[in-house]
C-alpha cells in the first residue's frame, strides 16, 4: 500500500482533521514508517503462537458481596445544615 496524498486527504476528512501541507508531509512519513514496520511483524513466524486478549493474567480482585449495616440515620443528618421529618431539606430546583 502507498500512502499518497489522497489517502492523506481521505483520512483528514474521516478525522475531521485539517492538516497543513507540512503536517501533511510529516503524517505521509510516518504512516509509511507504521506500514513498513507491519511488514516487517507480518514476516514473523507466528504458527503455534496462541493469540492474547490481554498481556496479563486477569483475576476478578472484588470482594466479596455481604450484607453489612449502614451508619445510623441520626448521625448521618447530625450534618445536615437542614432536615425535616428525618430527611435532608434541600433548595427547590423545579418549580
Not at 445510623?72 to 434541600?90: E, H, M, S, T
Amino acid at each position: 500500500m502507498t500512502i499518497d496524498d489522497a489517502l492523506i486527504q481521505y483520512l483528514e476528512e474521516l478525522s475531521k482533521l485539517r492538516l497543513a501541507p507540512e503536517e501533511q508531509a510529516a503524517a505521509k512519513e510516518d504512516l509509511g514508517k507504521i506500514l513498513g514496520y507491519m511488514q516487517t511483524l507480518s514476516a514473523l513466524n507466528t504458527e503455534g503462537v496462541e493469540g492474547l486478549s490481554h498481556p496479563l493474567a486477569n483475576e476478578n480482585v472484588f470482594r466479596e458481596d455481604a450484607a453489612r449495616p449502614s451508619a445510623a440515620r441520626a448521625a448521618i443528618l447530625d450534618n445536615a445544615p437542614r432536615q425535616k421529618d428525618g430527611c435532608f431539606v434541600v433548595p427547590k430546583t423545579v418549580e
